[in-house]
């Protein structure tokens, strides 16, 4: 069986990560290390001792803000050094992996600038010794210049980034509003990746290829829930619901997922 696990706060300093994984019956968590619109230092989750003696697999992901892929420099050094504090912080935290999304370049950017942006953050950092943790990429639902949309795209990056050891975070809303075709994404996926690292398990509001980013039940949504269980199943990965709402609202949707799995 898989892991599965609930994503908890919407900050690091708004949830109980054990207690929201009790309730929900969940194996895992993940957490911010910080405010996600925001650019401050992550520190080590206030709950990381109770969460390694519940035993609980952890993510962190990183703030959405930041986009190591742009050309704008006032977003792209910060995001940088961001990233690296977060994965530090993470692994303060015991987190298994550093979700980051894979960002954008400039309307008017050639989009190649943006995959070489991404490959430098990993040579930088490998002349440092490296992350401390896995950095897994998720792919993204909308943006004309995004990095990880397409799977053309995100051919690209790979193209860029999988020597360095990079993971890949599948997220099934994202790949829906992307117009992926969810019957064979994680076959897709793996063609080009070689590996799915995570699965965030989350339904749509929306219609396919809508390009819109707004999760719904994972029972519920625009996505039937037997596809998206037969996506979780075929990808073998941990699972992170990121689902609306708490542990009334998860505990079903894992259950659903149990029994399917």
Not at 130 to 146: H, R, S
Not at 156 to 175: K, Q, S
Not at 187 to 208: C, F, P, Y
Request: hydrophobic share 45%; glycine share 10%.
């Amino acid at each position: 069986m898989v892991m599965l696990g609930v994503h908890v706060g919407a900050r690091e300093d708004d949830g109980d990560p054990v207690a929201e994984a009790a309730a929900s019956g969940a194996d895992g968590v993940q957490v911010f290390l910080a405010d996600p619109q925001g650019w401050k230092t992550p520190k080590a989750h206030p709950h990381a001792e109770a969460m390694r003696a519940a035993g609980l697999t952890v993510f962190v992901h990183a703030p959405y803000i930041v986009n190591v892929a742009t050309t704008n420099n006032r977003i792209r050094i910060p995001s940088r050094k961001l990233l690296a504090a977060h994965a530090k912080a993470a692994a303060e935290t015991g987190a298994s992996g550093l979700i980051v999304h894979g960002g954008h370049v400039l309307a008017k950017d050639d989009p190649q600038v943006g995959f070489d942006n991404w490959r430098k953050v990993f040579e930088r950092q490998a002349q440092e010794g490296g992350f401390p943790v896995p950095v897994l990429i998720e792919n993204t639902a909308g943006g004309d210049k995004a990095m990880a949309r397409t799977l053309e795209e995100i051919a690209r990056l790979w193209d860029a980034v999988g020597e360095f050891d990079a993971g890949f975070v599948l997220d099934t809303c994202h790949g829906w509003a992307a117009g992926l075709d969810l019957s064979s994404v994680v076959d897709d996926i793996k063609a080009i990746t070689g590996r799915i690292d995570l699965v965030h398990g989350n339904n749509s509001r929306d219609e396919a290829g809508s390009g819109r980013d707004r999760h719904a039940s994972f029972i519920d949504g625009e996505i039937p829930a037997a596809v998206l269980a037969d996506v979780v199943r075929a990808a073998g990965a941990p699972v992170i619901l990121e689902t609306p709402g708490g542990p009334d609202e998860r505990a079903p949707e894992i259950q659903f997922l149990r029994s399917s799995l």
